[in-house]
């Protein structure tokens, strides 16, 4: 009797997150679809399964730096754990060279609460360099970018001490992996994070 009641109440709760991850992908469009793309293609790929919040201050981000004459493409988003473990492996078991020091589960990525991004040149390339000034103005193109995206609330991967990560950019709403790996959620409202501030 016991062992029925424990397995009703299973399948209950289970039905009970189906509702409510079918709710997300309606209630917040495109926060369940992953996208491979070209970087060398002229459109910019939808970046999806971000955090609302990341996802208001990405697209702020992308206007932002577009009104200094500055195109950025957002080169990585939202993480699956089978994705993170394929990027961690680069180096490891696999050929490359070492990437991330993040394991699936141990990357902002895996929660939606970080992106990467490069700078995108007039003929439609993508480049890394953080010395490039294609608007002229006499600053490094990547680090006009870097500090609109902390004005933003981003925090950047190239103040890390330890493995500086320059095209990472995250929003933690204070939460530790550790948080993040036991359930804690950021709020859902972008309004409840900024009266938090």
């Known amino acids: 009797m016991i062992k029925r009641k424990k397995t009703t109440l299973f399948l209950v709760v289970a039905l009970l997150l189906a509702i409510f991850y079918m709710q ?14 070209d970087f060398n293609s002229k459109e910019t790929p939808e970046i999806t399964q971000l955090h609302p919040y990341v996802l ?10 577009k009104k200094k004459g500055i195109t ?3 080169t990585d988003g939202y ?11 680069k180096g490891r078991s696999t050929d490359g ?14 929660y939606g609460l970080a992106i ?12 890394w360099d953080m010395e490039y000034d294609g608007n ?3 600053k490094a193109d990547w680090m006009e970018v870097v500090e609109i995206a902390k004005d933003l609330g981003f925090q ?11 095209p990472h950019l995250q929003i933690d709403f204070g939460l530790s992996i550790r948080d993040l790996k036991r359930g804690k959620l950021p709020p859902m409202d972008a309004s409840e994070y900024s009266e938090a501030k």
């Open 97 to 110: 060279d070492i990437v991330t020091n993040a394991k699936a589960g141990e990357s902002l990525h895996n």
């Open 56 to 65: 208001q201050q990405k697209n702020e981000l992308v206007r932002l730096t």
């Open 72 to 74: 950025i493409i957002i």
């Open 116 to 127: 990467d991004f490069a700078l995108r040149l007039k003929d439609g390339s993508v480049i």
């Open 24 to 37: 997300l992908q309606t209630a917040i469009p495109g926060f369940i679809t992953d996208l491979d793309f």
């Open 156 to 166: 950047w991967g190239g103040d890390w001490a330890n493995f500086p990560d320059y």
């Open 79 to 89: 993480r699956s754990h089978e994705e993170q473990t394929r990027i961690y492996n």
């Open 136 to 138: 002229g103005n006499g």
